[in-house]
């Protein structure tokens, strides 16, 4: 069975960062393709970042480029997504999805995998 869990969340202030992690278990993590979505409350899930099998290539949202980072330790079976400058849109529950596909995925449906989420809350 997979798994994944993240790590990570919790209360800052704006302008503070936050570094979250996924560790994936349960299957071989180096083929697959990883993102990170958030939903904040009363609103849908949004695609945050995603990243390649090999880490070579990644994508983000409008809403986080410049400030947002995905990465991954494949030694580890890990993901992160460093966070910086963080603002008060910001806040809400943060998943970290997989897929064995090596399509750079911005929805949801692509993905297979879920974490059950991590609170990221940003105070003004």
């Known amino acids: 069975q997979v798994q994944l869990v993240e790590s990570g969340g919790g209360l800052v202030q704006a302008g503070d960062y936050l570094r979250l992690s996924c560790t994936v278990s349960?299957?071989?993590?180096?083929?697959?393709?990883m993102g990170w979505f958030r939903q904040a409350p009363g609103k849908k899930r949004e695609f945050v970042a995603v990243?390649?099998?090999?880490?070579?290539?990644?994508h983000y949202g409008d809403s986080v480029n410049g400030r947002f980072t995905i990465s991954r330790d494949n030694a580890k079976a890990t993901t992160y997504l460093q966070m910086n400058s963080l603002k008060p849109d910001d806040t809400a529950v943060y998943y970290c999805?997989?897929?064995?596909?090596?399509?750079?995925?911005?929805?949801?449906?692509?993905?297979?995998?879920w974490g059950q989420g991590t609170q990221v809350t940003v105070s003004a």
């Open positions: 999805a997989a897929t064995p596909s090596p399509i750079m995925g911005f929805v949801e449906s692509l993905y297979d995998y």
């Open positions: 990243i390649g099998q090999t880490g070579a290539r990644t």
């Open positions: 349960g299957r071989t993590f180096t083929p697959l393709t």
